[in-house]
């Protein structure tokens, strides 16, 4: 006589009556490895991707701060000379650090809105570990 049973990843495998205990706790025991090895495959995979996203936004954070300070020397240079024509230097340089820190405020909040959108929770592992434990309720008696 011969039962229908289902595995954690949906196939329906024949159980036979005649099973002995060990061979079904073995059964057992192997679905449950298989599914935490896929579980785990499942959150690596996730978390590969949201740090392959933090870093490139990192990168480019870092090339918009070297490419910025080289631009906010140079034009800070040029606008200090054309304003020393109206006014003295020291009030010239002041008057381009404040608009540098106007700059950085607005590309601080920029990068750390970029930052914010990167979610380091295995979202899919989390839900499948869900199904999961609904799948395991059922069975146990």
């Known amino acids: ?28 025991t192997s679905d449950l490895g298989d599914l935490t090895r896929q579980e785990l495959a499942l959150a690596k ?7 392959k996203k933090a ?7 870092g090339g918009a701060a ?15 000379w ?19 820190a106007v700059v950085a405020a607005v590309l601080a909040m920029r990068g750390r809105r970029e930052l914010q959108q990167v979610s380091p929770k295995p979202d899919q592992t989390v839900e499948s570990l869900k199904e999961d434990a609904q799948w395991l309720k059922p069975r146990k008696s």
């Not at 870093?55 to 954070?61: N, Q, T």
Request: no cysteine; net charge negative.
């Open 1 to 28: 006589m011969t039962v229908s049973g289902s595995s954690p990843n949906g196939g329906a495998r024949p159980v036979s009556v005649d099973e002995s205990v060990g061979e079904l706790v073995s059964q057992l």
């Open 45 to 51: 995979a996730e978390l590969q991707a949201e740090a």
């Open 82 to 100: 054309a304003l020393d024509e109206a006014m003295d230097l020291v009030w010239a340089a002041l008057i381009v650090a404040a608009l540098w």
């Open 66 to 80: 070297f490419a910025g300070w080289m631009v906010a020397l140079f034009v800070s240079f040029t606008i200090m």
């Open 55 to 61: 870093g490139k936004g990192a990168g480019m954070l």
